[in-house]
C-alpha cells in the first residue's frame, strides 16, 4: 500500500520542490555572504520583499563590476577641499 499513489497531482503538489528549496538557499547565502543578512532575518522575511532585496543586491553588484571595468575619466574626478 505504501507505493501506491492514489492522488492524480504530482507529490510536488502538497510542498516545495528541490529546485526551488535550492534556489532559495542560494538567496540566503548570497544575501548572507554580501549583505550580512542573518538567517532569521532571511527566514522571516516576506517572500515578495526578499526577492526585491536579492534582485537589488544582483543589480548593485552588477553595477560595481561595470564601474570596476570603466576607466574613470581624469576631469570626474573630485579633489577633496576642506
Given amino acids: ?13 502538497f510542498g516545495l ?7 532559495v538557499y542560494e538567496q540566503f547565502f548570497l544575501m548572507k555572504y ?3 543578512w542573518s538567517l532569521t532575518e ?3 522575511l516576506p517572500v515578495g520583499l526578499r526577492k ?11 553595477e560595481e563590476t561595470e564601474a570596476y571595468k570603466t576607466p574613470a575619466q581624469p ?6 577641499t576642506p
Fill in 75 to 80: 576631469n570626474q574626478v573630485k579633489k577633496f
Fill in 52 to 62: 526585491w532585496f536579492f534582485e537589488r543586491l544582483v543589480r548593485q553588484k552588477e
Fill in 34 to 36: 554580501h549583505g550580512n
Fill in 17 to 23: 520542490t528541490h529546485k526551488y528549496i535550492e534556489q
Fill in 1 to 13: 500500500m505504501r507505493g501506491l499513489w492514489r492522488s492524480p497531482s504530482p507529490r510536488t503538489f
Fill in 42 to 44: 532571511l527566514y522571516n
